[in-house]
């Protein structure tokens, strides 16, 4: 498995697990998109009004985490 794929499936593990711990229902779409909003360092506003329909009141809350990975640039 080269690096990419590695990080890749790293990630995902990732997303799953820290929606999991937000008792966040997951599946593979929601998933996918997080990785892309990552992908496209979509800042927090931007986050929080592309989740807020899937996520609703735990948006806000994913949404923190998810633009301090950006700005680290994980």
């Known amino acids: 498995?080269?690096?990419?794929?590695?990080?890749t499936v790293k990630f995902r593990m990732a997303i799953k697990s820290k929606l999991a711990a937000m008792k966040i229902e997951e599946d593979d779409d929601l998933i996918d998109f997080v990785m892309i909003i990552f992908?496209?360092?979509?800042?927090?506003?931007?986050?929080?009004?592309?989740?807020?329909?899937?996520?609703?009141d735990k948006t806000e809350d994913f949404a923190v985490r998810l633009d301090l990975l950006i700005q680290k640039g994980l």
């Open 1 to 7: 498995m080269d690096i990419t794929a590695e990080i």
């Open 39 to 56: 992908a496209r360092k979509k800042r927090f506003e931007a986050i929080k009004e592309d989740l807020s329909e899937l996520l609703e």
